[in-house]
């Protein structure tokens, strides 16, 4: 009687019999032993990898087998913690005490039984070209529930001369959870934010929602399938109308991802709608741009760029004194902290394109009272202003 404890059986076909390797758990060697079937015939207990040598009822003297590294073990309860991801490699590898070389056909069985239900599990098999009887590097990833599905094995190219002992290819399982995890960055929540683990094959749903004054400016879906192959989705919206939507992703079978761009929304020009209110400005129209709320000289527009308080008259762009000293010409400016300030000369104004020049970077954060001493004028007559980047 063949016992299925919730194992993995994996099985090659050689030289028409079929020999079927199941692992299963076992709490005595991280989990293992091997139980091996030959044809009608069943073997338990045989214990580590190198028990196969010994295995009884072997007409050919051939085997192909599956070499379980660093040890056998099943996918739904083995030594390892429940939490577990770590990938399972078993070599293909055959035995061959004849010695002269085995040549045959090949597949792999994946018989899996009572899988974890939060998982998905993808069989990633290498064959190498050395002995391959296409002669090519051979690389396919298969979830292994389809497989089940389908008829149970991946059919592999066969092997020639291949020598006893030699790994001919690998079989990697990737025992992932289902996934999904939701960040994002700026100004708003995504209905959840962390990740978590979902059924295989369910569905799930999530709302992204920008903070006031923000809005839905991208998200970005990543989604893994059932074979492991990542698909990208990436939505852009730059209208500034989206400030709620509802994703919804179905038919979860593998790792996701949801990331969310908030931005904060702006007028015309770019003020952002943030600044605005964190001044106490409730009028979020273009228009804003040029009032003139504290009744300086500048408009609101011109106090952003600057980062200057729109609320304030005494908060300005603004070169508050020059003065020639022994030392050179002492020039003395506010203005805001956050934006990129150059102190800029030039010695005559009457062309259409004065020849401004920079000999003075103030980096933000910058000081709202400014005071630079100016050792490089070679002229008796000097202009001077102050040119900001935001
Ligand atoms: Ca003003
Ligand atoms: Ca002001």
Redo the contacts with the bound molecule.
């Keep these: 009687m063949v016992l299925m404890l919730g194992g993995l059986m994996v099985a090659n076909d050689a030289m028409g019999d079929r020999i079927d390797i199941e692992v299963t758990g076992n709490e005595n060697r991280y989990g293992s032993t091997m139980d091996v079937r030959h044809g009608s015939e069943y073997f338990e207990g045989l214990g580590g990898d190198n028990a196969w040598f010994a295995m009884p009822n072997d007409p050919d003297n051939k085997w192909l087998m599956i070499y379980t590294d660093p040890y056998v073990l099943r996918l739904q309860s083995d030594g390892r913690p429940t939490s577990s991801e770590t990938i399972f490699r078993a070599k293909l590898i055959v035995i061959d005490k004849i010695g002269d070389g085995f040549t045959t056909s090949s597949r792999l069985n994946l018989l899996s039984l009572d899988l974890d239900a939060s998982r998905h599990y993808t069989a990633y098999i290498h064959y190498d070209n050395t002995y391959a009887a296409n002669g090519s590097n051979y690389y396919i990833s298969v979830n292994i529930r389809d497989v089940n599905e389908f008829r149970n094995y991946v059919e592999l190219p066969g092997i020639v001369n291949c020598p006893s002992g030699v790994v001919f290819g690998t079989v990697d399982i990737n025992p992932q959870f289902n996934r999904l995890v939701s960040s994002n960055v700026g100004g708003g929540t995504n209905g959840f934010e962390g990740n978590i683990i979902l059924a295989y094959d369910t569905s799930t749903n999530i709302t992204l929602a920008a903070n006031p004054d923000n809005y839905l400016s991208q998200y970005i879906l990543t989604r893994t399938d059932n074979t492991g192959i990542v698909s990208v989705v990436t939505n852009i919206l730059p209208d500034q109308t989206v400030t709620t939507t509802n994703i919804a992703i179905n038919n979860i079978k593998g790792r996701n991802a949801i990331f969310a761009v908030y931005s904060p929304r702006t007028t015309l020009n770019g003020i952002p709608h943030p600044w605005l209110t964190a001044h106490g400005i409730a009028n979020k129209e273009d228009s804003v741009e040029t009032n003139n709320v ?1 009744g ?1 000289a ?1 408009n609101n527009l011109q ?1 952003y760029l600057a980062d ?3 609320t ?2 005494d ?2 762009l603004t070169i508050t004194n020059i003065a020639s000293i022994s030392e050179g010409i002492l020039v003395n400016w506010t203005g805001g902290s956050l934006v990129t300030q150059y102190l800029e000369r030039c010695y005559d104004l009457s062309t259409n394109l004065p020849a401004w020049s920079p000999f003075f970077t103030n980096n933000p954060p910058t000081t709202t009272q400014t005071n630079i001493l100016d050792t490089g004028n070679t002229n008796g007559q000097v202009y001077y202003r102050i040119r900001v980047v935001r």
Excluded: Y
């Design positions: 504290d300086d500048f106090e200057t308080s729109p304030n008259k908060s300005s």
